[in-house]
Every structure is written in C-alpha cells, then in structure tokens.
C-alpha cells in the first residue's frame, strides 16, 4: 500500500514538475518577446545618439534587447514603420509629420534627437553669404526631407529661385556627394556633420562657407530640428513599460555619445557608420541631443511651421500637434 502511494505521488510530482515548467518557459518566451524592439536609425548625425544603447544590446547590458538596423536612406525605415517590422526609429523631423498623416496618426513623434547639423562647404573663397549660391551646383543628400526643404527656404528667403538660380544635384547618400564635390571643385556641397570633417580632411582647399543653422537662425525665430525620434502608438500603448525603458536607455545613449567622444568615435566606426577619426572630431558639432515633452513640441512645431507655409506637402500636408507623443 505504501509502494502504491509512493508510487502515485511520485507521478503526480514529475507531472507537477514537467507542467510548472513548461510555464516557466512559456513566461520566458512571452517575457523576452515583450522586451524585444524594432528599432532603426541613419548612417548620419541621426544615428550617433543610439549607437552606445546598440552596443550595450549586444553586450546584453540593456534592459530591453533591441533589434537594429542601420541604413543609408530614409524610405527604407518609413517601409519600415508602415508595415510594422519597426517600433521605433530615427527620421528626419518633416518625414515624422508626414508619417503621422499617412498613416492617420499611428506614426508618433516622442523625442528630438538631432539640432542643426548642416553646413555649405566648398573648396575656394566664393561663397560666404547665401546669395553667393546664385547660379551654383549645389550637391546635397536629403531629397524630400529635412535637408531640401531647409535649402529652399534660405535660398528663397535670398531672393534665389531654388529651380532656376541654382542647380540642386541630389545624391542618395553623403559619400556620393563627396564624391561629386571632388568631381566638380567649382560646385559647392550641404552637408552634414560627420561627413563635413571628412570633406575637410580630403582636401585641404575645403572650408565651411556656411553654417546653415546660424542662417536659419537669423531668419526665423526657431532653430533646425533635423532628426527626430518615431514610435508606433499601438507599440507604445501595448508595451508601455519596455518603451519607457527604452527612452530611458536611449537618452543614456546619447549622453553617453556627448561625454565619451573617443569611446563613441571607436563605437561608431565598429558598427560601420563613421571612421573613428572623422566622428572624434566631428561629434562635437552634431547637436546630439534628447529632448521630449512639451520643449519637443514648442522646437519642432516652429521649424515644421517654416517648412509647411513654404509647402504644405513637405510635412504630408497638414501640421497637426497629435503628431506628438507627450506623456501626462
């Protein structure tokens, strides 16, 4: 009798045991999905910010694990968040609004992470004021976005015709730029900073002929707000905890960028997105920052105001304030 009831009570905790763990395991798993992010950022300024909270996942130092992606242009991270195989990503700040229309506000905007971080260069003496730029090739990334929009307005507000007076040359990405502006030494470049030190650094002709902030700057009560933070509010609201400890590893992140230059330089290059020795000299210049609440909505409202008065479409044709993620 005895046996018998050893014999039960041994099934029953084997049973017990194999039961309460696969339970465990399901846990783990849904845990572990739960705390898994989609996340993509630029090969540019937009991209330094993340980098250190990149690094700290594959190390599995993070609290979140996050799956990255690291790209040359814009439209493949607004694929991207359409479709859903992206939670969070860094985009340009007039590419944020359009998003938020398209997609009827399930694209929002939770953080300012890049300020102005466009110059002019060239390799000569022949610009140093905007109307300089009259009857120019002017090589530039940014078609569509943030960089074109804040080129039209400076040269319009110049009294140049942005598709008359000049000759705006599109390149997909920055090193192609570079690659014109060796091409044509007569030609002038916008750039942003990384890739402005890396100009320099080729030719010791190259000088900054403008900082495109400062003429931005003298002209509109606002400053250039070039790259901004994008979440999906349906992530947002169903995972809530892992989203804010995202924001928080992520503006970590960008102190960290801020304060350990050399470190993030040496980061930056091992995930192939700068040189170290171009980003220790340029990331002091690439307005890294993290900035949310209401001081994100007052900053980027301003500038997107200048873009949408100049073309509504550049921002997806409305300015709507619910394009922001502002937590009560």
């Not at 039961?19 to 845990?31: E, I, L, R, V, W």
């Not at 007052?298 to 921002?315: E, G, T």
Request: glycine share 6%; with cysteine; proline share 3%.
């Amino acid at each position: 009798m005895k046996k018998k009831f050893l014999a039960v009570l041994l099934a029953a905790c084997t049973l017990f045991s194999l039961t309460t763990g696969c339970s465990s395991d399901d846990d783990s798993k849904n845990n572990t999905a739960q705390n898994t992010i989609n996340i993509a950022c630029m090969k540019g300024p937009t991209g330094i910010g993340m980098i250190k909270l990149i690094s700290d996942s594959d190390d599995e130092k993070s609290v979140n694990h996050y799956n990255y992606s690291i790209v040359g242009t814009a439209d493949e991270i607004s694929t991207g968040l359409v479709k859903g195989d992206l939670d969070i990503a860094a985009v340009p700040c007039n590419l944020a609004s359009v998003l938020y229309n398209k997609t009827e506000g399930e694209i929002v905007t939770v953080a300012i992470n890049t300020l102005g971080v466009l110059y002019i260069v060239e390799a000569g003496e022949s610009v140093n004021e905007i109307t300089d730029l009259k009857g120019k090739t002017i090589y530039s990334t940014g078609q569509g976005t943030t960089p074109e929009y804040t080129l039209r307005y400076l040269l319009s507000q110049a009294g140049i015709d942005p598709d008359n007076d000049v000759d705006i040359q599109f390149k997909s990405e920055a090193p192609e730029v570079l690659a014109s502006l060796t091409n044509d030494q007569s030609a002038v470049a916008m750039l942003p900073q990384p890739y402005v030190t890396t100009a320099l650094n080729s030719n010791e002709n190259m000088r900054i002929a403008l900082d495109v902030t400062a003429q931005w700057e003298e002209l509109v009560n606002s400053t250039v707000v070039t790259g901004v933070l994008v979440a999906r509010k349906s992530y947002i609201e169903e995972n809530k905890e892992a989203f804010d400890a995202f924001l928080s590893e992520y503006k970590a992140s960008t102190t960290y960028a801020n304060e350990h230059i050399d470190e993030t330089a040496t980061l930056l290059e091992k995930y192939d997105v700068f040189k170290a020795a171009i980003a220790k000299k340029a990331i002091p210049y690439c307005n890294v920052v993290f900035i949310n609440g209401d001081e994100m909505k007052d900053k980027a409202l301003a500038y997107l105001k200048v873009l949408y008065d100049q073309n509504p479409k550049a921002i997806g044709g409305s300015l709507e304030e619910g394009m922001f993620y502002i937590e009560k």
